[in-house]
């Protein structure tokens, strides 16, 4: 079976750009969380959906927003991209809300 | 908000030594979840603690759940090169869906 799959692996952004970064769950994985990591931190909660909705929300600024699609895939947008915002993005899933979660490989954001 | 402190930032041993790191919560934790990450890599599931005073084995390492459901520990027995990493808890509370990740321990293991 696929892991959790996400795309693209890296990204090359300008300030003020808009991303659509995606994810794949397991198959079967019906709950689906996205996390940012900056180099030498841990990963940050941003957002986490079940069954296609939002069960949890982070704190980040609302330039950050994300779906679930009725295939349990996920996309996470970012509006306005500050420098900031260059980090690893991770998308992780889980049988449901409250297993333990299969990270992707995730996505490498820089902007400059 | 929840807090939450991991302990050390760093440990270097020598290999054949144990390794432990500590997680501490200011609030009551519904469960707790270790994960690992190798260097360039992403976080890994090791295991998840619910019961209070749960302890779980996996081969060279020993996963706590404290009493009061507020600390959690891992401990490595006589590390090996491969056990290098960054060791993250991530507890739970009641009532949340979110998973928050501690600032981790970084294991460095001198062959």
């Known amino acids: 079976d696929a892991g959790v799959t996400q795309s693209p692996t890296h990204l090359i952004k300008t300030r003020g750009q808009q991303v659509t970064l995606r994810c794949s769950p397991i198959?079967?994985?019906?709950?689906v969380s996205w996390y940012q990591q900056v180099l030498g931190q841990g990963p940050q909660f941003i957002f986490q959906?079940?069954?296609?909705?939002?069960?949890g929300r982070g704190n980040f600024p609302d330039r950050f927003s994300a779906r679930q699609f009725p295939n349990y895939s996920s996309e996470l947008n970012v509006n306005a991209l500050l420098l900031g915002d260059s980090a690893l993005y991770l998308c992780a899933s889980s049988l449901q809300g409250g297993a333990g979660y299969t990270f992707g490989s995730g996505t490498r954001l820089t902007v400059v | 908000g929840q807090q939450v402190m991991q302990i050390p930032q760093y440990q270097h041993v020598q290999e054949g030594e144990d390794f432990t790191t500590y997680c501490n919560s200011s609030?009551?934790?519904?469960?707790i979840q270790w994960y690992k990450q190798r260097p360039g890599g992403h976080p890994v599931f090791l295991i998840q603690l619910v019961k209070s005073g749960e302890v779980k084995k996996q081969k060279r390492l020993t996963f706590q759940f404290g009493e009061a459901k507020k600390n959690s520990s891992l401990h490595i027995t006589a590390t090996q090169t491969t056990d290098v990493g960054t060791y993250f808890c991530a507890p739970r509370m009641d009532s949340s869906y979110k998973l928050i990740f501690g600032s981790g321990t970084r294991l460095l293991v001198r062959p």
């Open positions: 959906y079940y069954e296609k909705e939002e069960r």
């Open positions: 198959s079967g994985h019906k709950s």
């Open positions: 609030t009551t934790l519904s469960n």
